[in-house]
């Protein structure tokens, strides 16, 4: 297939805006509702927005990687608490937290669709013929279009930084493909996609040096573009690493060794389903793509059937990582170097959308009316990604208004009445972001990196409360993320505002008055004849709030 970039065709320009459109109208539920809307809360309103608003709140989202965070956990590193400088900070500090949000998700999706359009259209699909450029359009849009995690361009903005090092191997050294590859390092993260992406680039120029027998220094100063530009944006995770002697409570994380069924399932899984932090919806073409690829095999190039071997390779690697001959190898390594080395998935939407883009253009010259069947897959398929809009997703769980609950926090700070870092607070049924995002200083709460040390204190407040439930016990010990005030009578449910009473809660709470708690914001009412540390000072049921939350004093 020869590769020849052809300038943006009349017959482009009416589909083009046409996506646009669509992209627009797929975020317009988002400003209608406003919070009221429904937004995806695990590893998203329970932590990641929540790490914003803390950054925010403290004035430290571009501060010295040296600051500590007061407000949660007794004070812990900036890179723990959000270990990057990015764009989407901006956009939250221009736009406020939900809007920040928004338009963080849409700014991604048009990054998402042109990035997708111009790797296409130049690098995979270069024909001016009208079928061919529908499936451009169309593929891209779909793409744009996924309910990628949270608000970094770690998925949508690889195709526009792949399409810039494509044009650097060409030798095509335009001011313009340095600018996106440092724009990207600065809207994703290093440690989700980058640094995979990284390794595959560098591969490829390597590969490159052996073949030509010489160095290609436009492709050179790309990688070495993204790696400084990586360097700084995650200054506070490299200076935590360098310069902070602390100890991280992952050197604790362990996941139980699997056998072979297991590995097998969760191989085919991935490659079937993919991962909800990187979601592709690529099941209903995975089946024709792998047909077409067989029948076909000799019209694609090496670079097709590269992308494809990769996403096999990388699900069994996914699917056997934790597979218990090779875990001690694979641990072995992560204590040299910590990263989940199994996020090469994140690369995988990518590499589906590309592949789904080719095997369309090669029935479009193949089969009998192509076009129906062309035209029907991209509608259905784009039909399908639009099922799993986040909001409609989500619509059971409470909105992010609910979630957060403003106006009942407002009201224990008067109850209270005294300044919100003079005092610490745990939560117990609730996720303790929802008590950070108000601005209260928490013992307790869900960060990737944290000190150990403060682990092992924290858990001695929940001690006999772990021993009363092995789950929470193992949850707690062998992860750990989530340094949570676990009851074992309420278990790990942090979304449901009507919980059944506690009847005894067996905490340290000498421990935890030592450690500066004062105050327990409760989703359920506990039995105070039984837990006579602490005292109920009010119940707080505001009929606009989601939350009913009883507040108690440690005594």
Known sequence: MKLTHKPIRQVEIPIILLAQFV???????????????????????????????????????????????????????????????????VVFQIFGMYFGYVVNKLLISFIGFWGMYLLLRKHFLPSSNSDIQYITVGVSLIFALLPFWSFSAHVLGLPFVLFAFLNLRRNNKKIFNYLIIILFAFYSSLVLSGIFFLIIMLFVFVHDIIKNQ????????????????????????????LFQDIESHRIEIYREPIRFKPAVYNTIN?????????????TLFVIPIIIILIVG????????????????LTSLFYGFIEFH??????????????????????????????????????????????????????????????????????????????????????????????????????????????????????????????PLKYKHEFRKVIENELNRDEALKKYFDNWGSRCYAFSSELGSDFISNKKDSIIHLEYDFQHLKNMGGEYIFSSAPINESLNKDIKQVEFINLSNNYWNIYLYKIK
């Open 23 to 89: 992209i627009i109208l797929y975020y317009l539920p988002y400003f209608i509702l406003g919070e009221n809307a429904s937004i995806l809360i695990h590893d998203n309103l329970d932590s990641n927005v929540t790490w914003i608003k803390i950054l925010l709140d403290n004035n430290a989202a571009f501060s010295s990687p040296s600051k500590i965070i007061e407000q949660v956990l007794n004070g812990i590193p900036l890179s723990s608490v959000y270990g990057t400088y990015d764009i989407s900070l």
């Open 214 to 241: 010489k160095i290609n220094w436009a492709f050179f100063w790309g990688l070495a573009c993204l790696s400084i530009a990586y360097f700084i944006s995650t200054a506070p995770i490299i200076y935590s690493s």
């Open 270 to 282: 991935i490659f079937l389903k993919g991962q909800y932090h990187a979601h592709s919806l690529h």
């Open 297 to 312: 095999h000799k019209s694609f190039n090496k670079v097709v059937k590269l992308m494809f071997a990769f996403i096999v």
């Open 325 to 450: 001959l090779l875990k001690p190898i694979i641990d072995q390594i992560t204590s040299v170097i910590p990263i989940q080395l199994q996020r090469f998935h994140f690369l995988h939407p990518m590499f589906w959308y590309i592949l789904l883009a080719v095997a369309l253009s090669w029935l479009s010259n193949k089969i009998k009316y192509s076009r129906i069947v062309i035209y029907s897959t991209l509608v259905i398929q784009l039909a399908f990604v639009i099922m799993h809009h986040e909001a409609w997703l989500n619509r059971k769980n409470p909105s992010y208004k609910d979630f957060y609950s403003e106006d009942t926090f407002k009201s224990i700070k008067k109850l209270i009445d005294r300044p919100v870092d003079s005092y610490k607070v745990i939560s117990i049924g609730i996720h303790p972001a929802v008590a950070q995002y108000n601005g209260f200083s928490t013992l307790d709460g869900y960060f990737t990196s944290y």
